[in-house]
């Protein structure tokens, strides 16, 4: 059974700091590209970051130089490291990890930044 549980979100501070983990089980981790989404009342969800397999990453526009994604194989986790937090970054933000035909999505974590 594949489980990813994301923790980490809550209030910030506009200018302020979070950082959400995902913890994934039942995959072979290490063979998945892992993304971070992110969906805002009202809006669609969008892509944030992605790491592939081999470390390569992808970025929104909105976040280069804000946000870091990053993974460790060891413990199964990715990371989104979020720094300089806007408004614009409240939302519900959900952990994600594909492999070829199969994707799965963990239940989110909520991320509201007060300005």
């Known amino acids: 059974q594949v489980q990813l549980v994301e923790s980490g979100g809550g209030l910030a501070q506009a200018g302020g700091s979070l950082r959400l983990s995902c913890v994934a089980s039942?995959?072979?981790?290490?063979?998945?590209?892992m993304a971070w989404y992110r969906q805002a009342p009202g809006k669609q969800r969008e892509l944030v970051a992605d790491i592939t397999n081999f470390g390569g990453t992808n970025y929104a526009d909105s976040v280069k130089g804000r946000f870091t994604i990053l993974r460790d194989d060891a413990k199964n986790t990715v990371y989104l490291r979020m720094n300089s937090l806007k408004s614009e970054d409240t939302a519900v933000y959900f952990c994600?990890?594909?492999?070829?035909?199969?994707?799965?999505w963990g239940q989110g974590t909520q991320v509201t930044v007060s300005s």
């Open positions: 039942g995959i072979r981790f290490d063979m998945n590209t």
């Open positions: 994600n990890a594909r492999r070829l035909q199969s994707s799965y």
